[in-house]
């Protein structure tokens, strides 16, 4: 697995406040550097551009969205096992199925905490790539 000392990570949302969120908290789990992009199509151009170990996408964005950024970078051999997880505030069942089959590492929610988000992340990096889907904060679907 990919440490947070040796690789960046990325956050990918079109709100703000949700990135600096997620950049507090990936810096609790260990990130040293913590990029951001606010749309889909410029985060794709930053992966093309640089090794991340992990990367962190909100569902709703334009142009494309969480899940056509997902399929590329599932798709692109050097970052097809790049851990990326889905930190939405949808909390629909049709979407975490979504997520799984698509090839998304995890799925947690906005809603839940900061504490319970870096629960979340932490979990999902250690399950593995080959362990199940990491359906989190969504015990209620």
Do not use: W
Not at 108 to 115: A, E, I, M, S, W
């Amino acid at each position: 697995m990919i440490t947070p000392t040796n690789c960046p990570a990325l956050v990918v949302d079109d709100v703000g406040m949700m990135t600096l969120l997620l950049t507090q908290v990936l810096r609790k789990l260990g990130y040293t550097e913590v990029d951001r992009a606010t749309d889909p199509k410029t985060a794709l151009q930053m992966i093309e551009q640089k090794k991340y170990g992990l990367v962190l996408s909100d569902i709703h964005m334009e142009p494309g969205g969480g899940f056509e950024l997902l399929r590329q970078v599932r798709a692109n051999p050097s970052t097809s096992s790049t851990p990326f997880i889905f930190v939405t505030g949808e909390i629909s069942a049709d979407y975490v199925e979504r997520a799984k089959t698509a090839g998304a590492s995890g799925y947690t929610l906005k809603t839940v905490g900061p504490f319970e988000m870096m629960e979340n992340i932490r979990y999902a990096l250690t399950a593995g790539p080959h362990a199940p889907f990491c359906t989190l904060s969504i015990a209620s679907l």
